[in-house]
């Protein structure tokens, strides 16, 4: 089992910037993709952005030139660096970790961090 820890949330105003962290309580390396997703109030959770082992990223077109998310699998963590963020942004962020065995994938969940973007 691996834990997913994030920090970095809080109110910001519109075009400002937030950094989001995710501390794994075990090595990542393994895990095929470490990602960021966010949920807003009465919204399905959705992919903000992620990242694979080898380092390619995928971002979701909503927060693309604005997002950046960087691995570090020596220090086990994953950070979002959020730009130019905007109230739609408002929702919990999610860290995840992905895996994919023979039996299909196992997600790895932290317990969310609130983004909350003012006008």
């Known amino acids: 089992q691996v834990q997913l820890v994030e920090s970095g949330g809080g109110l910001v105003q519109a075009e400002g910037s937030l950094r989001l962290s995710c501390a794994a309580s075990?090595?990542?390396?393994?895990?095929?993709?470490m990602g960021w997703y966010r949920q807003a109030p009465g919204k399905q959770r959705e992919l903000v952005a992620d990242?694979?082992?080898?380092?390619?990223?995928t971002y979701a077109d909503s927060v693309k030139g604005r997002f950046t998310i960087s691995r570090d699998n020596a220090k086990n963590t994953v950070e979002l660096q959020m730009n130019s963020l905007k109230p739609e942004d408002t929702a919990v962020y999610y860290c995840n970790g992905r895996t994919w065995g023979w039996s299909g994938p196992t997600d790895y969940w932290g317990q969310g961090t609130q983004v909350t973007v003012s006008s």
């Open positions: 990242v694979t082992s080898s380092g390619s990223a």
């Open positions: 075990a090595n990542i390396g393994g895990i095929n993709a």
